[in-house]
């Protein structure tokens, strides 16, 4: 596992940016990066990591640009709201999150020690990171596969028609298929009435990343990444990157936990990186950050709130859901 502030513990996968629809207004609270429901990430704290990170950040070992210093802020306090989650998430959940499973994946990784001295992040900073992942496994290994969506969905070729077509989506749901065939055009892939599980998106998962072993990153085939659906709520339009060729835009009907995880879902789950799988359950989670009410100082950017993650402008946020949220799961 690398470890970084541009990749991270919590690694985000690579599903590209979008549009959000709506802008976080800064913290009411001077002298706040950020709030996460009533807690406070302090200027100053995100300020101080900021300057232990760039004195202690080794040159980036394949020789590209390192993060800009305004993004390794972003990047910092990402981490930050994420753990503030995933301490929410445990407390709400009931997480169980033992010291030796924190150790344990720390050595997995290579140790605190290495990961210390190849990051430029404090220890304290790791152990944290580490402890949220740890947390983001539990949730998934309770969760994840219990996910079921119904949808309409089609595949488009760029970002500005999946976008576009969401919020015609949004806007005018009972004309899904009209507008979804439109987007597609003749010859182009609409699928209505789909039901799709945890499960599924975890197998799809599993044969993308072999994809992408074998330098196949979807262009030349079906595949494509499916993890953003499990941000997927209720009653919302959704439209992220589906691979390197395609956009996947969908009207979201119903989303659930109520599947039961078959024996070769349970394998396919074991068979992702962790990092991918706790990426699953952070987005997983993107109702929680909502209901938590994330709010971001200006000076750092917006919160994308499914892809969890600080951006400097909504142009960079992970996928778009702009309809009006329906029952949360």
């Known amino acids: 596992m690398v470890i970084s502030r541009k990749a991270g513990l919590l690694a985000t996968v690579a599903v590209a940016g979008v549009l959000l ?3 976080d207004s800064g913290p009411g609270q ?5 709030i996460v429901g009533g807690n406070a990430i302090s200027l100053d704290a995100v300020q101080q990591e900021l300057n232990g990170e760039l004195a202690n950040q080794p040159a980036p070992a394949d020789g590209s640009t390192p993060q800009s210093p305004a993004d ?11 753990n503030q989650i995933a301490d929410a998430a445990i407390g709400k959940y009931g997480l169980v999150v033992p010291a030796q499973a924190v150790s344990t994946y720390l050595t997995q990784n290579g140790g605190l020690d290495k990961l210390v001295s190849s990051s430029g992040l404090s220890a304290g900073n790791i152990q944290d990171i580490a402890h949220s992942n740890v947390a983001m496994l539990a949730y998934a290994e309770r969760y994840l596969l219990k996910l079921h969506v119904d949808l309409d969905l089609a595949l488009v070729n760029d970002q500005k028609t999946a976008t576009a077509t969401a919020a015609k989506l949004a806007a005018d ?14 010859s182009g892939q609409v699928y209505l009435g789909q039901q799709i599980t945890g499960g599924n998106i975890v197998q799809n998962e599993v044969q993308y990343e072999q994809q992408q072993q074998q330098g196949d990153d979807g262009s030349s085939s079906q595949g494509g990444s499916l993890l953003p659906l499990f941000a997927a709520q209720s009653n919302s339009a959704i439209a992220f990157q589906y691979s390197s060729q395609q956009w996947m835009v969908a009207l979201v009907q119903h ?8 024996a070769d879902d349970t394998t396919a789950l074991g068979q992702l990186q962790p990092e991918v799988v706790a990426q699953g359950a952070l987005e997983m989670l993107s109702p929680l950050g909502q209901q938590l009410g994330i709010r971001i100082s200006p000076r750092y950017g917006i919160w994308d709130p ?8 909504a142009d960079q946020a992970a996928t778009t859901e ?6 949360q799961r």
């Open 72 to 82: 390794e802020a972003r990047s910092i306090l990402t981490e930050d709201v994420r």
């Open 21 to 23: 629809v709506g802008c």
């Open 306 to 313: 499914v892809g969890m993650q600080v951006v400097a402008t």
């Open 173 to 186: 749901p009972a004309d899904v298929k009209s507008i979804l065939q439109s987007a597609a055009g003749p």
């Open 30 to 34: 001077a002298g706040s990066a950020a």
């Open 255 to 262: 989303a659930d936990g109520s599947t039961t995880a078959s």
């Open 322 to 327: 702009i309809m009006e949220r329906g029952t």
